[in-house]
């Protein structure tokens, strides 16, 4: 073994390879043979390299944002094909022999009671969430493109040419900034509130007789969270089915009326985001504070939705942004997404990530708010992060761990000369 500049090199194996090859000598060809040796080595870097290396995994600079689906194409399954063939067969031996499927808490109706606090603290910061954005939307200025959904954070508009919309060639795809509100930045999915998830299904018919409200609010809602505006079922014995049939749910039961009043509808105002726009609010005293409250009532509400989905069954569309909370989806014909017509415009329902029911929205992370606006030169330095995130960040917040390295906060963003040479 040999150390050459902190490398290592070791042979680890020698292989000898016999070589027979025709050879003319005089009149009459003749085989000469000869043997070759071939020696395999390996390289380790020291102990210095070994260091960096490993302190880069732990903590890297750079990390490329997740690959956009793309609109022509069906959603990946977030469960393995092969998983859900083998739970079907296993339901489908189960049927046939007249056997009910085996049901645990809250697949069978019933709330699981470690969760109820979850739900009501996932809740909690969903307001807190809620009305720290519109408050910090009156200290940082957020824009919206007209002709696409793209959305920036900053005192000015960017000036990377990634328009797609309408009379992008025109523009030289350059984006057309408004001012942006609170949706802009925390995206609307809603949901049909269902008072019986084991009832009837939504029809296509009988859309306009449900309430459509926030998926998060119907997600703890489900989870346990009582509101009187909202009723939902509780149930005390467990729901039975034989492969895809329900057999006992305990009887249909008529929703009752929601109760509505004056404090009911200040509730609402809380857990929407349509009713919490820009102006509305006022001013906060501390920026920072709040900035850094707001940010992390958001990852209290994604890690807290991450696990209640992991119990609770939450359903959306592989071809469009519907969600549906509840055992199965609706079967409302609202779809027009790739090959709506092949499906008469019903959703292909699937298991649903937590990126579905609160998208992250991703914007360009702007390092330098008082500098420059962002340049098309330079977008391959320039990193990204959820809405939400930039928002506390340029109010004031800590930047997470998590989002440093999507953010690139360790790379220098060069000048334009200098990007012209660089690898």
């Not at 290396?53 to 977030?78: A, C, I, M, T, W």
């Not at 645990?104 to 603290?121: C, D, R, S």
């Not at 802009?184 to 018919?205: A, C, M, N």
């Not at 006022?282 to 939705?305: F, H, I, Q």
């Amino acid at each position: 073994m040999e150390i050459i500049n902190s490398a290592c090199f070791s042979s680890i194996g020698i292989h000898r390879t016999r070589i027979n090859k025709l050879v003319k000598v005089g009149s009459q060809p003749q085989r000469i043979g000869w043997a070759l040796s071939r020696t395999c080595c390996e390289y380790s870097p020291g102990t210095a390299n070994n260091k960096r290396h490993g302190r880069y995994q732990r903590q890297p600079q750079n990390v490329d944002l997740p690959e956009s689906q793309p609109k022509n194409k069906k959603k990946p399954f977030p469960v393995p094909i092969k998983k859900m063939l083998q739970a079907s067969r296993r339901d489908k031996r189960l049927a046939q022999m007249r056997i009910d499927k085996p049901l645990v808490p809250p697949k069978n109706g019933l709330l699981v009671p470690e969760l109820i606090p979850v739900a009501y603290e996932v809740l909690d910061n969903w307001k807190v969430l809620i009305r720290g954005l519109s408050q910090l939307l009156n200290v940082v200025t957020v824009y919206g493109c007209r002709k696409c959904p793209q959305v920036h954070v900053g005192p000015v508009g960017h000036q990377i040419q990634d328009c797609y919309g309408s009379g992008s060639e025109r523009r030289n795809s350059h984006h057309s900034w408004i001012a942006g509100s609170i949706n802009d930045i925390l995206i609307p999915i809603e949901s049909y509130h269902l008072f019986d998830p084991f009832g009837r299904r939504v029809k296509h018919e009988t859309r306009f007789y449900y309430d459509r409200i926030p998926a998060i609010v119907e997600l703890c809602i489900q989870a346990g969270v009582n509101l009187p505006q909202y009723p939902s079922r509780r149930r005390t014995a467990p729901v039975r089915m034989i492969g895809k049939k329900v057999i006992y749910r305990g009887g249909i039961v008529d929703e009752p009326k929601p109760h509505r009043s004056e404090d009911c509808v200040s509730l609402l105002a809380e857990l929407d985001t349509f009713s919490n726009q820009q102006g509305q609010s006022p001013l906060p005293s501390n920026v920072k504070e709040l900035a850094d409250r707001t940010l992390e009532a958001y990852l209290n509400v994604r890690r807290g939705v991450g696990q209640l989905m992991h119990k609770y069954t939450v359903k959306a569309c592989g071809y469009c942004s519907e969600v549906h909370i509840g055992p199965w989806g609706h079967n409302v014909k609202l779809c027009g997404a790739f090959k709506h017509q092949w499906r008469d415009g019903k959703h292909g329902w699937q298991d649903a990530v937590v990126d579905e029911v609160i998208p992250p929205n991703y914007v360009w992370h702007v390092p330098d708010p008082t500098g420059p606006p962002l340049r098309s030169s330079l977008r391959s330095f320039y990193g990204k992060a959820p809405a939400v995130v930039e928002l506390c960040v340029q109010a004031g917040a800590e930047i997470p761990d998590e989002y440093r390295p999507m953010m690139r906060t360790d790379i220098v963003i060069p000048d334009s000369e200098e990007a012209r040479i660089a690898a």
